[in-house]
């Protein structure tokens, strides 16, 4: 085994196949996890490519071509066939545009021996080829051709390779037409023969059997049955992708040991310990794993530490003691401990060697729980003990996630109502094992210990001494399965079950349906499917998602224009199920468009929307708790929700107002409003309609984030310098909206939270200069306040410092972010254009759009577009709002200056200025020079331009007056010829020639 080196290439992960593990070179639509060994191995080693499409095709017959193809890769010959690509000899291959692909293969092959053609001058590169003949290419192809000379055919052929083990696990008739499939099982068997060579010459001659193979022909080495040693968790000496592979003597003595670079697609957890084979390329990559150790021999269990020892281990699903082998190693949260250490419940994998115990990899749990509600990277669960608790990932600065067998798992699997498993470790670290298995039905018996659902019966889990946990209304309360008297009420009632780690019950609850009470919101935007899915802004200023139960209300909202420049929206009352959809036969709304009402509806068959919904102009004096609607009066309590629906430019853009701040204003004026409530009484919501409405400018902060946000207890703040405030901290609605070194507009919601502004922002302008005070941006002139609150960034786009406003001359032509109040910047920070925030990207090229889906690539990267996206063009101008809209609007090719986006949710682009009619540098006059030579009897010129960076302009050679086929490596164009050259010339895209000068 060689020693490792340092890791050259970085190559696509494209499988993990049941215990498999490759890279793939080959692109296929199939679905690899049902594809057979022998078929990921070939796609690993490169050998196999699909169609077109991708498709594999492993049931169809395979072509003289194909055959030849995967014989010359397998011998390692790729690079070859392609400097041999052009013109045969072959008369019917020539001509024939479907063969093109495989003409160096052919020139190849035929040089080799490998394969001929027909009599007549043909090849029949499409014609089918049979068992017999691919049997033939594979024994030429590893010098045994010798050994079958003058056999009757097809005899001699197909008793020399049933004699090699070509045809294991093969049906096959000799002039039968070969299947894709059985070809690739035929090579995988040929993988490690060794070939003949020939000693001696003359009379001399003869052939025996020499080192190489095909596999090491590709330069790949197989490593047999040898253990995953050490891995970076256990060893810091190692990088994140490399493991210690060590081979072992049947006696089980260690005989060598090597660290290899792990490309395959397989996190070094879910190998660690066990026995693989390993195939490893001439870099020291191991870019192919497949588990040798035997199901029966993995273990996934938790520790009983009271009846272990340093001799033997108990084990609790299994109910067992095994042996510690002699030489056996145990890990707890990748620390190695001795084997009387292990911890009670400490769980994963144990690795069983002649039934004794030769390696454990365990984890020793800090917290066990259910999860609740999952908030961006803040996760909320129940835990063991029946606290409600919550872990915040962005805490972290590294974080794992696993499946219980310890492959690699990702933060989008914890969702509500899974099982989660986690510990700390000393480097800011977190370590999660999540595990989503439930089970739903109707309690047949319950024990002191034992549930029966749906005619199964399950046990109640435990971890440390503490029991199971249950709750019988749903989540308002949680206690401890302590006894049978607990569980009593579950009979005949439905339940879900919480399965944990060893597939015990971690949580019973009950299934029965709850609602919360009566909640109100601005529907801003609909999203139809079975069950629609509705995005509501909320009284505490935020907008969620909510899934309707019912699949057949709400279908109206899906078909609203919500970015429309009169946008539809729907202002709505509305109760959640304990799973936090909107519950059905519960709701009313009222669709909206401009300052009318268009339709109103009531699910409920309790209410009639023409009772509780109400519109007109509202009118009410300062500093008093009633109002009036049409001549309809109605109290502002507590309770009210207020909110106003547009933004001042007409956009969907709600915001909430304080009950105080409402009862403080005097209303008559841009009053446009619609009321839910019963006349007379308390309004349960207030929406006011018109852009103009001013009722909460007074509330309008403005300023700049002085530092990153932090959490305390369940909310978040943001050190924010306000104009004529001065610096302090604010709790804030959403800390993504409050980054460091962002400008900021924001009001208070009722829950004295800070919720950004947008419309009273602008970002990314030219500062063109600064005269006595004003400052001149895109055009525009605006006064600076003498008070503003004013910040540079570095280099690095950090914020840097406060500076004064004479400062900005100093930022003539460079970038500003700034906000206005009345028409004046109070709070600005200007950069050089370098902006290093994580979530905004120079610049890309649009490569795809999908506007069904909302979906589009830059640069090859698929990025959602957030439900109000916004495009603009390259002076800042509104284009288009909306996922829909903006797909439409948006071109392939079209250049984006900036992406602003989070988690790979698009939130705002701009278009880069078109440059068609800017004046540049002409470009220099494009020369080319061919070098002549001969490769295997095959005549070639190559072909290098004076600019390089231009090869892709050439759209033909043509060679003697002739266009020739031709190809490009690197920057060398090549093209084979026949007879003398006298003359070459290449043709590039825009129609021009240049007359290549022949050294």
């Given at each position: 085994?060689?020693?490792?080196?340092?890791?050259?290439?970085?190559?696509?992960?494209?499988?993990?196949?049941?215990?498999?593990?490759?890279?793939?070179?080959?692109?296929?639509?199939?679905?690899?996890?049902?594809?057979?060994?022998?078929?990921?191995?070939?796609?690993?080693?490169?050998?196999?490519?699909?169609?077109?499409?991708?498709?594999?095709?492993?049931?169809?017959?395979?072509?003289?071509?194909?055959?030849?193809?995967?014989?010359?890769?397998?011998?390692?010959?790729?690079?070859?066939?392609?400097?041999?690509?052009?013109?045969?000899?072959?008369?019917?291959?020539?001509?024939?545009?479907?063969?093109?692909?495989?003409?160096?293969?052919?020139?190849?092959?035929?040089?080799?021996?490998?394969?001929?053609?027909?009599?007549?001058?043909?090849?029949?590169?499409?014609?089918?080829?049979?068992?017999?003949?691919?049997?033939?290419?594979?024994?030429?192809?590893?010098?045994?051709?010798?050994?079958?000379?003058?056999?009757?055919?097809?005899?001699?052929?197909?008793?020399?390779?049933?004699?090699?083990?070509?045809?294991?696990?093969?049906?096959?008739?000799?002039?039968?037409?070969?299947?894709?499939?059985?070809?690739?099982?035929?090579?995988?068997?040929?993988?490690?023969?060794?070939?003949?060579?020939?000693?001696?010459?003359?009379?001399?001659?003869?052939?025996?059997?020499?080192?190489?193979?095909?596999?090491?022909?590709?330069?790949?080495?197989?490593?047999?049955?040898?253990?995953?040693?050490?891995?970076?968790?256990?060893?810091?000496?190692?990088?994140?992708?490399?493991?210690?592979?060590?081979?072992?003597?049947?006696?089980?003595?260690?005989?060598?040991?090597?660290?290899?670079?792990?490309i395959a697609d397989v996190n070094p957890e879910a190998i660690f310990g066990l026995k693989v084979d390993a195939w490893v390329n001439?870099?020291?990559?191991?870019?192919?794993?497949?588990?040798?150790?035997?199901?029966?021999?993995?273990?996934?269990?938790?520790?009983?530490?009271?009846?272990?020892?340093?001799?033997?281990?108990?084990?609790?699903?299994?109910?067992?003691?095994?042996?510690?082998?002699?030489?056996?190693?145990?890990?707890?949260?990748?620390?190695?401990?001795?084997?009387?250490?292990?911890?009670?419940?400490?769980?994963?994998?144990?690795?069983?060697?002649?039934?004794?115990?030769?390696?454990?990899?365990?984890?020793?749990?800090?917290?066990?729980?259910?999860?609740?509600a999952v908030d961006g990277k803040v996760i909320e669960f129940i835990n063991i003990n029946t606290d409600e608790d919550e872990v915040?990932?962005?805490?972290?600065?590294?974080?794992?996630?696993?499946?219980?067998?310890?492959?690699?798992?990702?933060?989008?699997?914890?969702?509500?109502?899974?099982?989660?498993?986690?510990?700390?470790?000393?480097?800011?670290?977190?370590?999660?094992?999540?595990?989503?298995?439930?089970?739903?039905?109707?309690?047949?018996?319950?024990?002191?210990?034992?549930?029966?659902?749906?005619?199964?019966?399950?046990?109640?889990?435990?971890?440390?001494?503490?029991?199971?946990?249950?709750?019988?209304?749903?989540?308002?309360?949680?206690?401890?399965?302590?006894?049978?008297?607990?569980?009593?009420?579950?009979?005949?009632?439905?339940?879900?079950?919480?399965?944990?780690?060893?597939?015990?019950?971690?949580?019973?609850?009950?299934?029965?349906?709850?609602?919360?009470?009566?909640?109100?919101?601005?529907?801003?935007?609909?999203?139809?499917?079975?069950?629609?899915?509705?995005?509501?802004?909320?009284?505490?200023?935020?907008?969620?998602?909510?899934?309707?139960?019912?699949?057949?209300?709400?279908?109206?909202?899906?078909?609203?224009?919500?970015?429309?420049?009169?946008?539809?929206?729907?202002?709505?009352?509305?109760?959640?199920?304990?799973?936090?959809?909107?519950?059905?036969?519960?709701?009313?709304?009222?669709?909206?468009?401009?300052?009318?009402?268009?339709?109103?509806?009531?699910?409920?068959?309790?209410?009639?929307?023409?009772?509780?919904?109400?519109?007109?102009?509202?009118?009410?004096?300062?500093?008093?708790?009633?109002?009036?609607?049409?001549?309809?009066?109605?109290?502002?309590?507590?309770?009210?929700?207020?909110?106003?629906?547009?933004?001042?430019?007409?956009?969907?853009?709600?915001?909430?107002?304080?009950?105080?701040?409402?009862?403080?204003?005097?209303?008559?004026?841009?009053?446009?409003?619609?009321?839910?409530?019963?006349?007379?009484?308390?309004?349960?919501?207030?929406?006011?309609?018109?852009?103009?409405?001013?009722?909460?400018?007074?509330?309008?902060?403005?300023?700049?984030?002085?530092?990153?946000?932090?959490?305390?207890?369940?909310?978040?703040?943001?050190?924010?310098?306000?104009?004529?405030?001065?610096?302090?901290?604010?709790?804030?609605?959403?800390?993504?909206?409050?980054?460091?070194?962002?400008?900021?507009?924001?009001?208070?919601?009722?829950?004295?939270?800070?919720?950004?502004?947008?419309?009273?922002?602008?970002?990314?302008?030219?500062?063109?200069?600064?005269?006595?005070?004003?400052?001149?941006?895109?055009?525009?002139?605006?006064?600076?306040?003498?008070?503003?609150?004013?910040?540079?960034?570095?280099?690095?786009?950090?914020?840097?410092?406060?500076?004064?406003?004479?400062?900005?001359?100093?930022?003539?032509?460079?970038?500003?972010?700034?906000?206005?109040?009345?028409?004046?910047?109070?709070?600005?920070?200007?950069?050089?254009?370098?902006?290093?925030?994580?979530?905004?990207?120079?610049?890309?090229?649009?490569?795809?759009?999908?506007?069904?889906?909302?979906?589009?690539?830059?640069?090859?990267?698929?990025?959602?577009?957030?439900?109000?996206?916004?495009?603009?063009?390259?002076?800042?101008?509104?284009?288009?709002?909306?996922?829909?809209?903006?797909?439409?609007?948006?071109?392939?090719?079209?250049?984006?200056?900036?992406?602003?986006?989070?988690?790979?949710?698009?939130?705002?682009?701009?278009?880069?200025?078109?440059?068609?009619?800017?004046?540049?540098?002409?470009?220099?006059?494009?020369?080319?020079?061919?070098?002549?030579?001969?490769?295997?009897?095959?005549?070639?010129?190559?072909?290098?331009?004076?600019?390089?960076?231009?090869?892709?302009?050439?759209?033909?050679?043509?060679?003697?007056?002739?266009?020739?086929?031709?190809?490009?490596?690197?920057?060398?164009?090549?093209?084979?010829?026949?007879s003398e050259i006298t003359d070459i010339k290449l043709i590039l895209n825009d129609g021009s020639v240049i007359d290549v000068t022949?050294?």
């Open positions: 085994m060689r020693k490792a080196k340092k890791l050259l290439v970085t190559l696509l992960v494209l499988t993990f196949v049941m215990s498999t593990f490759s890279v793939g070179f080959a692109a296929t639509t199939t679905d690899t996890k049902d594809l057979p060994t022998e078929v990921v191995r070939a796609m690993a080693l490169g050998y196999l490519k699909g169609d077109a499409q991708g498709n594999l095709n492993l049931e169809n017959p395979i072509t003289r071509a194909e055959a030849l193809a995967i014989i010359i890769r397998v011998s390692g010959l790729e690079t070859s066939a392609e400097l041999m690509k052009g013109q045969t000899k072959f008369a019917d291959v020539n001509p024939d545009p479907s063969l093109e692909w495989a003409t160096g293969y052919i020139n190849l092959g035929v040089g080799q021996g490998i394969i001929n053609g027909y009599p007549d001058g043909t090849f029949r590169g499409n014609a089918n080829v049979t068992y017999a003949e691919m049997a033939k290419m594979i024994l030429y192809a590893m010098n045994y051709g010798v050994t079958v000379e003058g056999a009757p055919w097809p005899a001699g052929v197909m008793g020399k390779a049933d004699d090699l083990g070509l045809f294991d696990k093969v049906s096959s008739a000799p002039d039968a037409p070969a299947i894709r499939g059985d070809v690739v099982k035929m090579i995988d068997n040929s993988l490690t023969i060794k070939h003949l060579e020939q000693t001696g010459y003359g009379d001399l001659k003869q052939y025996v059997e020499g080192d190489k193979t095909f596999l090491s022909k590709m330069d790949v080495d197989e490593l047999e049955d040898v253990r995953v040693t050490e891995i970076a968790r256990v060893n810091d000496k190692l990088d994140d992708d490399e493991i210690e592979l060590t081979e072992y003597d049947k006696n089980g003595k260690k005989v060598d040991s090597n660290i290899y670079t792990l001439d870099d020291d990559e191991v870019f192919f794993v497949e588990v040798s150790t035997e199901d029966k021999d993995i273990l996934l269990d938790a520790v009983d530490a009271e009846e272990s020892d340093e001799d033997e281990i108990y084990l609790k699903e299994a109910d067992k003691a095994y042996k510690w082998a002699d030489s056996a190693v145990a890990y707890v949260n990748f620390e190695e401990k001795d084997l009387d250490e292990i911890p009670e419940d400490a769980y994963g994998k144990f690795v069983l060697d002649r039934g004794q115990v030769a390696f454990a990899n365990l984890f020793d749990f800090d917290e066990v729980g259910v999860v609740t915040d990932l962005s805490d972290y600065d590294d974080v794992y996630i696993y499946n219980p067998d310890f492959t690699k798992a990702d933060v989008k699997d914890i969702d509500e109502d899974s099982a989660i498993f986690f510990w700390e470790g000393d480097d800011d670290d977190v370590y999660i094992i999540v595990k989503n298995e439930t089970v739903k039905g109707n309690v047949d018996s319950v024990k002191e210990d034992k549930i029966k659902v749906d005619g199964k019966e399950y046990k109640r889990g435990s971890f440390k001494g503490t029991k199971a946990l249950i709750t019988l209304d749903k989540g308002d309360n949680y206690e401890e399965w302590a006894d049978l008297e607990a569980v009593e009420d579950f009979v005949d009632e439905d339940v879900m079950l919480v399965l944990d780690l060893r597939g015990r019950v971690l949580l019973v609850t009950g299934a029965a349906k709850a609602t919360s009470g009566n909640l109100y919101g601005i529907v801003t935007y609909a999203k139809s499917g079975r069950y629609p899915t509705l995005t509501v802004f909320n009284k505490e200023g935020k907008e969620v998602d909510y899934v309707a139960e019912s699949s057949k209300e709400f279908d109206e909202l899906t078909d609203l224009k919500y970015n429309a420049n009169t946008p539809q929206y729907a202002a709505l009352k509305y109760k959640l199920t304990s799973d936090s959809e909107i519950a059905e036969e519960r709701s009313v709304y009222a669709v909206i468009e401009g300052t009318d009402i268009t339709s109103r509806k009531s699910y409920d068959s309790d209410v009639k929307a023409s009772e509780v919904i109400f519109e007109g102009k509202l009118t009410k004096d300062t500093d008093k708790k009633t109002f009036k609607l049409n001549g309809e009066s109605f109290y502002i309590s507590s309770d009210t929700v207020i909110m106003k629906a547009l933004n001042e430019d007409g956009e969907l853009d709600p915001e909430t107002i304080s009950v105080d701040r409402f009862v403080s204003i005097g209303v008559s004026q841009y009053n446009e409003a619609v009321v839910f409530g019963e006349a007379g009484k308390d309004a349960d919501l207030i929406v006011m309609l018109n852009k103009a409405f001013e009722g909460t400018e007074e509330d309008y902060f403005y300023g700049v984030v002085t530092d990153k946000p932090y959490k305390s207890g369940s909310s978040y703040y943001a050190t924010i310098n306000v104009f004529g405030e001065g610096e302090k901290d604010y709790k804030v609605n959403d800390a993504a909206d409050f980054k460091k070194g962002v400008v900021v507009a924001f009001n208070l919601n009722s829950k004295d939270e800070a919720v950004l502004k947008t419309s009273k922002l602008y970002d990314d302008k030219i500062l063109k200069k600064y005269d006595d005070g004003f400052v001149t941006i895109d055009g525009k002139v605006y006064k600076v306040d003498s008070a503003a609150v004013l910040y540079n960034k570095d280099k690095d786009g950090d914020l840097d410092k406060k500076i004064g406003r004479t400062k900005l001359k100093e930022y003539a032509n460079k970038r500003i972010d700034f906000a206005l109040d009345d028409g004046i910047v109070v709070a600005a920070v200007v950069y050089d254009g370098k902006d290093g925030s994580s979530d905004t990207k120079v610049t890309g090229e649009v490569t795809y759009i999908n506007v069904d889906e909302e979906l589009i690539e830059v640069d090859g990267k698929v990025l959602e577009l957030d439900k109000r996206v916004r495009l603009v063009d390259a002076d800042g101008k509104t284009i288009a709002i909306g996922p829909k809209d903006v797909a439409k609007q948006l071109k392939v090719g079209d250049i984006l200056s900036k992406i602003t986006e989070e988690d790979g949710v698009v939130t705002e682009m701009k278009l880069a200025k078109d440059d068609d009619d800017e004046p540049g540098v002409p470009e220099e006059e494009l020369t080319a020079e061919a070098t002549l030579g001969s490769l295997l009897g095959v005549k070639y010129a190559e072909i290098t331009l004076s600019d390089s960076s231009r090869i892709d302009e050439v759209k033909n050679v043509k060679v003697n007056g002739v266009v020739r086929d031709y190809n490009i490596k690197g920057d060398i164009i090549r093209v084979n010829f026949g022949i050294k």
